[in-house]
């Protein structure tokens, strides 16, 4: 890697643009970069880095304030560097992040990071060599990706940003940093510069498999204590209390636990069979006794029984009289019934007449005396039934003029109401106009400003039009510049080949003038008419047309080359115009058109309400007048219906008089009362006077009817052997009494022969006399065998579910142990080797981790190349020395330094060093890591080296060997820059570039030798 050339604007404190042309600065191999502390020297570098990478080394990256706050708001922050890697000349050109004011409206707005790389494309003319920096050539565009960049840049230069700014830039203070630091802290260090992550990832890996392990382990130990604890109730035996440490005592126990399950279920099943045996001997015994016992109690209810039915002869004979007596009253029933019904219909109608003259009698204030007045109360009745037919359609009349009267006075309610709400109404219609006019009057503004709107988003689209033709113009010049460019070279070389033409042709020119020459003339050249030897053209030798034909081909080229010259300045002219046009790339125009056709879409669509705002206001304004002529018509109509109640309600007073007249009785009806309930009244007096005089002649004729009856039962009755006909109705029974009456009858008799059957049979008169059995006794003992039998039987059946139970678990156990056997087997393997990996391992006797260990081999590459320079920069003093011991207060090893003194020959902690000997190391140690990581990087040639600060602590003889150490870095080409604001050093490097700080900004001048 080569620097040749650094622009920067508005980054760091670099307000105005800065030029660093470091060709210049390369010529000496060696050159300083001073100025005061807080100049900019260092930003320098973070420049350099951030072109590279996109991004400043150390602490100044977290702040991530890269803009300079000297520059002015809308300056864009920007840094290009020319740099040649792996052989090739790139430019990058790149913009942090920034924050610029907004270019219409107040406040800010963010600026995304950007970038842009192009390479050298050099075209080389025929006199080129290699390393020619006159060569002309075009920069040619190779990503605007940030990504591809940084992916591009890394593998060019071969070192991510860490491994660059350790081995390229040695950062100020920070390997005095690194060479005093504790193991854990360098070993960060060497990790992240070396990318040892994978061995870090892999003792992590180590632990959380461990972890993972331990716990799945738990999980299967878990399973296990559960299945102990639950065969260690089934079996009822405790386990081994060693079995956590060895699993397999579980199986014996196991065992043992099951063939003594399987002992106890056949010594069990021997018990239940007898206990069986006994259960059935003692059910046969109870059994026995139970007959016996029904036998006796047979013979003794037979005996009871004949007691019962001998006490029930009495009973059994009267019944059969009363059946008898039963079936000779079934002839007089009906005669004596018929004679009981007309003495009944005797007592209703007497029951109706009466109800018939007491309902008259309610109805009337004036009852009647006899049933002469009652029939004139019917006459009565009848005369009023005509006179109020007669007034009834005067009646009908008043109603209706009554019903007209609430129709009308309703009428006037509601034109009133009506009346009230246009009175409303017209009081809201103003209010509404009012309200509705600032919207109208603002959506009128919007159509106005649509039109704006619209004319400027018509020059935004020619603006856009004309980025987009700059830009088409853009690939359109880059190929006419290319048609350009080859027609030029092709020019060059019709030239090149014609001039070639005519020198050959010189150096044959006396072999055309010899082909010239005619005999006996004379020579042009020298007079002579003698021609002894005249040249001849030598092979191939090119002739006047051939020259001709070389110039008439480059006068072609010369009218190509010129046409597309013209090409290209008319692209470029018509370029300029489209970028004059526009303004503004496509990109922002695009946002501002997006932003324009809002505010334009938000103004047609507030001025599309225009014809709405104004419909409404027109319509409360039609509205306003319809209410008007509304309101004098309701007040007309109120008018009208005042008059026509008042007319109503005198043509119904005249009514009312005439009714009044007609039935002076009916005070009420005369009130405008219901004639129908009168009507009523009388209709009703009139049909019960009627009823009246005919339940009388019917009471007349059923009083006979029941008196002949009752003599022809009475006769009927002596003749069936009764008194009378009430006594044959006394003795009747009904039908279902009478059969139940014969049934019970019919079952004295059965039972009378069942039970001296019974009292004839020999069983039972043998039972009688057996002594009586004890069911108590025998029940008892029944009762005792079926439990025995029971018990043995649940036992036998416990001890089988045991069995089962406990093959059941046995099998869980021997899985569950299985499953946990090789858990516990990888569990050991990745314990001891975490272990080994993380330095705690008993047969670690360094105690060192696994990545340390690599590092440590790393650092030990940095020792020795540090070492080759430390001991000319010490005048032969002081040599690092990598130890795998651990320091004091450290837990892990392998990553310790200490210095050695070979004037004292002891080594001794960095810490003791002085301030230009812990410089003289650091550097030393700085200067062996870049070798490492160079060689890491695949042998990186790195050409720009850049020390940043500390020689401000050196004497004058250590500075010397320093500086000569310097100088080594400068073999092969290698470029040298050292920052500091020391003097000495000032003198010492005559070729400068120096940073001055000002209240503006800073800037840079450059001081040659």
Request: some cysteine.
């Amino acid at each position: 890697m080569r620097l040749h050339h650094l622009e920067i604007v508005a980054f760091g404190p670099f307000a105005d643009p800065v030029s660093i042309d470091f060709d210049t600065l390369s010529d000496a191999g060696l050159f300083l970069l001073s100025g005061p502390t807080g100049a900019g020297k260092s930003s320098v570098l973070d420049a350099v880095c951030f072109a590279l990478y996109g991004d400043v080394p150390g602490d100044r990256a977290v702040a991530k304030r890269l803009r300079s706050d000297h520059a002015a708001p809308d300056v864009v922050p920007r840094v290009v560097l020319e740099v040649t890697l792996s052989g090739r000349r790139f430019r990058i050109d790149r913009s942090p992040a920034w924050v610029r004011p907004k270019k219409r409206g107040t406040g800010t707005t963010t600026e995304q990071a950007r970038v842009v790389i192009s390479e050298h494309r050099a075209e080389r003319g025929p006199g080129a060599v290699d390393g020619d920096d006159t060569e002309e050539g075009a920069w040619q565009p190779l990503s605007t990706r940030l990504d591809e960049t940084g992916h591009l840049v890394t593998r060019l230069v071969g070192m991510t940003l860490p491994q660059f700014c350790q081995v390229a830039m040695l950062p100020q203070g920070r390997f005095q940093a690194f060479l005093r630091a504790r193991s854990e802290e360098r070993h960060a260090l060497l990790q992240q510069v070396f990318q040892t992550g994978r061995f870090d990832r892999t003792e992590r890996w180590l632990r959380d498999r461990r972890v993972e392990l331990r716990r799945t382990s738990e999980e299967h130990r878990a399973t296990v204590a559960d299945l102990v604890s639950r065969i260690s109730e089934v079996g009822g035996d405790v386990a081994p209390e060693d079995w956590p440490g060895d699993p397999r005592s579980l199986d014996a126990w196991l065992a043992g636990l099951t063939e003594a399950a399987v002992a106890a279920s056949v010594e069990q099943a021997v018990v239940v069979e007898a206990a069986a045996a006994a259960e059935v001997a003692a059910a046969e015994a109870s059994a026995a006794g139970i007959e016996l016992a029904g036998l006796r109690a047979t013979h003794a209810a037979a005996r009871r029984a004949w007691a019962a039915i001998e006490a029930a002869a009495q009973e059994h004979a009267s019944r059969k009289r009363r059946a008898d007596k039963a079936r000779r009253a079934t002839a007089v029933l009906s005669l004596h019934e018929l004679a009981a019904q007309s003495r009944a219909d005797v007592v209703g109608l007497e029951r109706d007449c009466a109800a018939a003259l007491a309902t008259l009698v309610d109805l009337l204030d004036d009852p009647p005396q006899d049933a002469q007045a009652v029939a004139e109360l019917g006459r009565t009745a009848t005369r009023a039934l005509t006179d109020i037919a007669r007034v009834r359609p005067l009646q009908r009349q008043a109603l209706d003029l009554h019903r007209q009267l609430a129709r009308t006075t309703r009428a006037r309610a509601a034109t009133d109401d009506e009346l009230r709400r246009v009175d409303d109404r017209a009081v809201a219609v103003p209010h509404e106009l009012a309200e509705l006019a600032p919207a109208l009057e603002a959506a009128r503004e919007a159509v106005a400003a649509t039109d704006a709107l619209a004319r400027d988003l018509e020059v935004l689209h020619v603006r856009i039009r004309a980025a987009r033709t700059a830009e088409t113009l853009t690939s359109q010049l880059d190929s006419a510049q290319q048609s350009l460019a080859e027609a030029t070279a092709a020019r060059l070389l019709a030239r090149e080949t014609l001039v070639e033409i005519r020198e050959q042709r010189l150096d044959g020119m006396a072999a055309e003038i010899a082909l010239k020459l005619a005999v006996g003339a004379c020579c042009p050249v020298c007079g002579s008419a003698e021609h002894p030897s005249p040249a001849s053209p030598a092979p191939g030798a090119p002739d006047d047309a051939t020259e001709r034909e070389a110039r008439r081909e480059a006068d072609d080229l010369e009218v190509v080359v010129e046409a597309h010259a013209q090409q290209v300045r008319g692209l470029e002219t018509r370029l300029a115009a489209a970028l004059a046009e526009s303004g503004e790339s496509v990109e922002r125009l695009l946002v501002e058109e997006e932003g324009l056709l809002a505010r334009l879409e938000r103004a047609r669509t507030l001025g599309a309400t225009v014809g709405a705002h104004a419909a409404r206001v027109a319509e409360l304004e039609a509205e306003q007048d319809a209410l008007t002529r509304e309101r004098e018509e309701l007040s007309a109509a109120l008018v009208r219906h005042d008059t026509e109640a008042a007319v109503l309600a005198s043509r119904l007073d005249d009514l009312r008089d005439q009714i009044a007249a007609v039935v002076p009785s009916g005070a009420d009806a005369a009130d405008g009362a219901d004639l129908d309930a009168l009507t009523a009244h009388h209709q009703q007096v009139e049909a019960l006077a009627q009823r009246h005089a005919d339940l009388t002649a019917d009471l007349l004729r059923a009083r006979a009817t029941a008196a002949s009856t009752q003599a022809a039962a009475d006769e009927v009755a002596a003749t069936a052997g009764f008194d009378s006909s009430a006594a044959a109705a006394a003795a009747w029974l009904a039908e279902d009494e009478l059969a139940g009456l014969l049934q019970a009858i019919e079952r004295h008799e059965r039972e009378v022969a069942r039970v001296s059957e019974l009292l004839a049979d020999d069983d039972l008169v043998r039972s009688a006399g057996v002594e009586p059995p004890d069911l108590e006794a025998l029940a008892q003992a029944h009762h005792r065998a079926k439990e025995q039998a029971a018990a043995a039987r649940h036992r036998d059946m416990g001890l089988r579910d045991r069995g089962r139970r406990l093959r059941g678990l046995s099998e869980e156990m021997t899985s569950a142990l299985a499953a946990w056997e090789p858990v516990l087997a990888d569990l050991d393997l990745v314990t001891d080797v975490a272990a080994m990996v993380e330095g705690k391992h008993a047969d670690n006797r360094l105690q060192m981790r696994l990545s340390a260990y690599v590092l440590a081999h790393r650092l030990g590459q940095v020792v020795d190349a540090a070492n080759l320079r430390l001991s000319t920069m010490s005048d032969q003093r002081y040599s690092l020395v990598h130890t795998g011991s651990r320091g004091a207060g450290e837990t892990r090893g392998g990553l310790s330094l200490l210095v050695r003194d070979d004037w004292t020959g002891d080594n001794r902690d960095p810490a003791t060093l002085s301030g230009g000997e812990t410089f003289v190391v650091s550097l030393a140690l700085a200067l062996g890591l870049a070798d490492v990581i160079t060689d890491e990087a695949g042998g990186t040639d790195l050409e720009t080296l850049f020390v940043d600060e500390g020689f401000g602590s050196l004497d004058a003889e250590t500075l010397e060997g320093v500086m000569d150490t310097l100088d080594t870095l400068r073999d092969g080409g290698r470029v040298v820059g050292v920052v500091s604001h020391v003097p000495e050093l000032q003198t010492r490097i005559p070729t400068q570039l120096r940073v001055h700080r000002g209240r503006t900004g800073s800037h840079t001048t450059l001081s040659l030798a």
